[in-house]
Every structure is written in structure tokens, then in C-alpha cells.
């Protein structure tokens, strides 16, 4: 990974902004939380409520006053070019579809690109209490000593037959296997010790940025599904502990 171009004291600034960013995203997640939400569709099987919108303008307004340097870029919305210079990534909410019917299996992310290298996250999860933009992860040696989790596959079309052959294989191998609706719960789970190791069945930037600024620095091995360095321009992301990464990019390369 590059060095970063930020000096100590604006990594800290740019951290802070992404706290308060996240704080008010998360009151309008608590404000909503069971109401009846109207759903608009995004594409089949997927959809958007007024909270993702409220959420996702609350975070670029915080953002624009505390870093009006940044660039920004949403899950809804969309927003600046990612592969050159300094980018908010945001997920306001992830996990829409849990929230919407009363799970709490859900969050706020909030990542920081530097020319396409995520540098930076911050995830909070409101509704269990847990927020980190760091962590330590807790290593295994072995799959069957692992809890591991997939991201949801139903965008996949013909292709989730893979997946879900992995889906099986990791029912048989892993200590435990998680699949709970939400990247921002699998990547904060992964820096915090709760899992080994993650597969998501895609690579939106929304979904992996802040995660995977957070995970690496938590001491996990963030790639793509064949063992490489993830990128932007990977085709889906892939992280775990030292100690399984390898047994699982075994079983993760037809995907």
C-alpha cells in the first residue's frame, strides 16, 4: 500500500469528521427504528427507504463542513471519481432490508479512499451497541477452528451456484458458518474477534471500503477471492485471519 500523504495530526481530524459524520447518520437510524417504511425499489429482490436517503444526506453534509477538501461518494447517490484523490466512500445504511423489518443486524459505514487505497473507516452497528474503526483480530490455525460468514448473493443470478457450493463446503469445514445480511456486521465481527473470516459476494465500494481500511488494520488479510490485493476493480473481497486466509482463497477461487 502506498504511504499516505496525510500527516498524523489530519488522519486524526479526518477520523474525528468521520465519527461525528457517523453520529448523525445514527440518530436518524434510531429515530425510524420500527416505523412502517415505504419501499422504493432499486433493482430485483432490493430496495431503499426515505432512511437510507435521510441517512446518506446527513453523512455528505457532515462531511462537506468538517473536510470540504474530500471528495464524496454514497451508496445512493453515487458521487466523485474513486481512483484518484482523497474520496469519502459512505454506506448509510447497509443492511436496509434488516432494518426494514425490525432486525438489528445493521449499520453505518464510512470509509476514506486515498487514489483508490481504502486508508481509513468507521462502522457503527446502533442497534448492538458496537462501533470501531479498528481492532484486533483473533487468529486461528485452522478452518475447523473458524467461524467464518458469507454476504448475501442474490444480485448473482446464474452465477450464485458457486457461492452457495461455498456456502456448504464452509457448513462443513468451518468451526461455525454466519450469514446475517449486512457487510458493516461481518467486517466489524472480523476486526473484533467474532469471526475469522468473510466472503462477500461482491465488491460495491460502499460495502468494503471502510471495512476493509478497518480490517487490515485490525491485522487481517484483505484480497480478492483468488488471494490477491484487492482493488477496487476486484470482482469481490475476501478476508480472514492469517491463520485460515490461504484454506479459505482454496475454497473461493471458482466464485
Known amino acids: 500500500m502506498p504511504p499516505r500523504r496525510s500527516s498524523p495530526a489530519a488522519v486524526e481530524r479526518e477520523r474525528a469528521a468521520a465519527h461525528a459524520a457517523v453520529d448523525d447518520a445514527v440518530a436518524i437510524l434510531r429515530g425510524h427504528r420500527g416505523e412502517r417504511l415505504t419501499r422504493t425499489a432499486k433493482a430485483a429482490k432490493d430496495f431503499l427507504t426515505q432512511v437510507d436517503l ?3 444526506a446527513a453523512l455528505q453534509a ?5 473536510t470540504p ?13 474513486l481512483d484518484r484523490g482523497r474520496v469519502w466512500v459512505v454506506d448509510p445504511l447497509d443492511g436496509t432490508i ?5 432486525s438489528p443486524l445493521c449499520g453505518v459505514m464510512v470509509g476514506l479512499l486515498e487514489d483508490g487505497v481504502p486508508v481509513l473507516g ?12 479498528g481492532g484486533e483480530i483473533a487468529d486461528v490455525g485452522a478452518l475447523d477452528e473458524a467461524v467464518v460468514a458469507v ?8 452465477s450464485i451456484d458457486a457461492f452457495l457450493a461455498l456456502g456448504s463446503e464452509l457448513h462443513r469445514r468451518a468451526l461455525r458458518f454466519r450469514c446475517v ?27 468494503v471500503v471502510a471495512g476493509h481500511a478497518i480490517a487490515r488494520a485490525a491485522g487481517a488479510v484483505v484480497t480478492d477471492y483468488s488471494g490477491a490485493p484487492l482493488t477496487l476493480g476486484s ?14 482463497v482454496e475454497l473461493a477461487r471458482d466464485l
Open 54 to 56: 435521510d441517512a446518506e
Open 62 to 66: 457532515s462531511l462537506a463542513r468538517s
Open 69 to 81: 477538501d474530500i471528495a464524496f461518494y454514497g451508496e445512493e447517490g453515487g458521487g466523485a471519481d
Open 98 to 102: 434488516n432494518y426494514a423489518t425490525g
Open 122 to 133: 468507521v462502522i457503527d452497528l446502533p442497534f448492538l451497541g458496537v462501533r470501531v474503526d
Open 151 to 158: 454476504g448475501d448473493a442474490f444480485h448473482r443470478g446464474g
Open 181 to 207: 445480511g449486512a457487510a458493516s456486521v461481518l467486517w466489524a465481527w472480523l476486526a473484533t474477534g467474532v469471526i475469522q473470516g468473510l466472503v462477500l459476494a461482491h465488491n460495491n465500494p460502499y460495502d
Open 235 to 248: 470482482r469481490g473481497a475476501l478476508a480472514a485471519v492469517p491463520g485460515v486466509h490461504a484454506q479459505l
